[in-house]
Nanobody
Framework: QVQLVESGGGLVQPGGSLRLSCAAS????????MAWYRQAPGKQRELVAA???????SYTAPVKGRVIISRDDAKNTVYLQMNSLKPEDTAVYYC??????????????WGQGTQVTVSS
């Protein structure tokens, strides 16, 4: 079973950048579509970006053009490079395995996430 550990969050000023990492255990990481999600206070968790096993990427409208999802299968890690951050990007960010069509999480279990706070 895949276990996921997110890291890289922090406090950043508007317009700044962060690079989030998600390290996965297990030998089948390269076969999975991986996705980043986020949950802001008082809101439901939402998809941010996804990357398939063959490297196809997808981004949701609020972040398109400002974030880049990538993966390194040799390191069992998926990344989220976030640029031009806005206060509305403030949330806890999670990664998970996802399906290939609407990128909903395949698993009900989630890691601890990593907090991103965008504030001056």
């Amino acid at each position: 079973q895949v276990q996921l550990v997110e890291s890289g969050g922090g406090l950043v000023q508007p317009g700044g950048s962060l690079r989030l990492s998600c390290a996965a255990s297990g030998s089948m990481f390269s076969m999975y579509t991986m996705a980043w999600y986020r949950q802001a206070p008082g809101k439901q968790r939402e998809l941010v970006a996804a990357i398939t096993s063959d490297g196809r990427t997808s981004y949701t409208a609020p972040v398109k053009g400002r974030v880049i999802i990538s993966r390194d299968d040799a390191k069992n890690t998926v990344y989220l490079q976030m640029n031009s951050l806005k206060p509305e990007d403030t949330a806890v960010y999670y990664c998970n395995t996802a399906n290939d069509y609407d990128y909903r999480a395949l698993r009900d279990s989630w890691g601890q996430g990593t907090q991103v706070t965008v504030s001056s």
